[in-house]
């Protein structure tokens, strides 16, 4: 009983603290805290001056932004030397400097009310030519479904919420897309970050398995799919997720995140 009541009222707890947060900053900049202008949104013009935004050149593959002359279509010695298993990887920005101090605060300190910004951050990758018709879809069940990069339940529990799960939700708002939570994490496996390129591969192998909800299932067999988390780094994790999407029938898996590590 007192389970069940804790299950209704932490989200509860959890709205009325994120509602008490947009009170404390109501028009700040959530970068230096100065006042925003009307015509701001999140950020005052110097902070998103502070950002970089991922624009070609940049690798085709895994979305790394490249800065130098090349000829398209460009593969970096990231993902030249080994098989991913997406279609290609787009992340909004460059993981340095303001953009990465918003997602630690977002994922380590609970900073929830900048998933808003990092849903715009994420939407960007959305204006890549290769992603034109994500949104357009007249028919429902031609139309791309965003699927969460999952949580282990135990890193949720200690998290409290899965950043994936609130991007994906920012573009539902934005976009009209519906999300589909069609992966699972079956092991508890040790942070990625903690770990060199091989160590990452090794840690990942069998932690992603496809839901076991037949509704879930059926609602990606024959989807294109846009994966969906904070930051990508070597592509490990999301290649790990695109191969159990492939085997579970999705057409297209690409990796869409608010950062590139
Ligand atoms: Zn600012
Ligand atoms: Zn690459």
Same mark, same amino acid.
């Given at each position: 009983?007192?389970?069940?009541?804790?299950?209704?009222?932490?989200?509860?707890?959890?709205?009325?603290?994120?509602?008490?947060?947009?009170?404390?900053?109501?028009?700040?900049?959530?970068?230096?805290?100065?006042?925003?202008?009307?015509?701001?949104?999140?950020?005052?013009?110097?902070?998103?001056?502070?950002?970089?935004?991922?624009?070609?050149?940049?690798?085709?593959?895994?979305?790394?932004?490249?800065?130098?002359?090349?000829?398209?279509?460009?593969?970096?010695?990231?993902?030249?030397?080994?098989?991913?298993?997406?279609?290609?990887? &787009?992340?909004?920005?460059? /993981?340095? =400097? #303001?953009?990465? !101090?918003?997602?630690? $605060?977002?994922?380590?300190?609970?900073?929830?009310?900048?998933?808003?910004?990092?849903?715009?951050?994420?939407?960007?990758?959305?204006?890549?030519?290769?992603?034109?018709?994500?949104?357009?879809?007249?028919?429902?069940?031609?139309?791309?479904?965003?699927?969460?990069?999952?949580?282990?339940?135990?890193?949720?529990?200690?998290?409290?919420?899965?950043?994936?799960?609130?991007?994906? &939700?920012?573009?539902?708002? /934005?976009? =009209? #897309?519906?999300? !589909?939570?069609?992966? $699972?994490?079956?092991?508890?496996?040790?942070?990625?970050?903690?770990?060199?390129?091989?160590?990452?591969?090794?840690?990942?192998?069998?932690?992603?398995?496809?839901?076991?909800?037949?509704?879930?299932?059926?609602?990606?067999?024959?989807?294109?799919?846009?994966?969906?988390?904070?930051?990508?780094?070597?592509?490990?994790?999301?290649?790990?997720?695109?191969?159990?999407?492939?085997?579970?029938?999705?057409?297209?898996?690409?990796?869409?995140?608010? !950062?590139?590590?």
């Amino acid at each position: 009983m007192i389970k069940t009541a804790a299950k209704f009222l932490i989200p509860a707890v959890q709205s009325a603290k994120n509602a008490l947060l947009g009170l404390v900053y109501p028009r700040a900049c959530y970068g230096c805290e100065s006042n925003l202008e009307e015509d701001d949104n999140y950020l005052c013009s110097d902070c998103r001056k502070q950002l970089h935004p991922i624009r070609r050149p940049l690798c085709e593959v895994c979305g790394q932004a490249y800065s130098g002359e090349l000829t398209p279509p460009f593969q970096c010695s990231n993902c030249s030397d080994r098989i991913l298993q997406f279609d290609f990887a &787009r992340a909004g920005y460059q /993981s340095k =400097g #303001l953009a990465r !101090v918003l997602v630690h $605060r977002f994922k380590y300190n609970g900073h929830f009310f900048l998933s808003g910004l990092l849903g715009e951050m994420l939407a960007a990758t959305l204006q890549d030519p290769r992603l034109a018709d994500v949104g357009s879809g007249e028919d429902e069940d031609d139309e791309w479904v965003l699927v969460p990069v999952p949580l282990h339940p135990k890193r949720l529990r200690e998290r409290e919420f899965n950043q994936a799960d609130e991007l994906c &939700r920012q573009l539902t708002r /934005s976009h =009209g #897309l519906k999300t !589909v939570n069609a992966l $699972r994490r079956t092991r508890y496996t040790r942070r990625q970050a903690m770990l060199d390129r091989s160590e990452r591969l090794k840690n990942l192998r069998g932690a992603f398995v496809i839901s076991p909800r037949i509704r879930q299932r059926k609602e990606i067999h024959g989807r294109r799919v846009l994966l969906v988390d904070d930051v990508l780094t070597t592509g490990a994790t999301a290649s790990e997720c695109a191969q159990v999407l492939s085997e579970a029938g999705a057409l297209k898996v690409v990796v869409i995140t608010a !950062v590139r590590g």
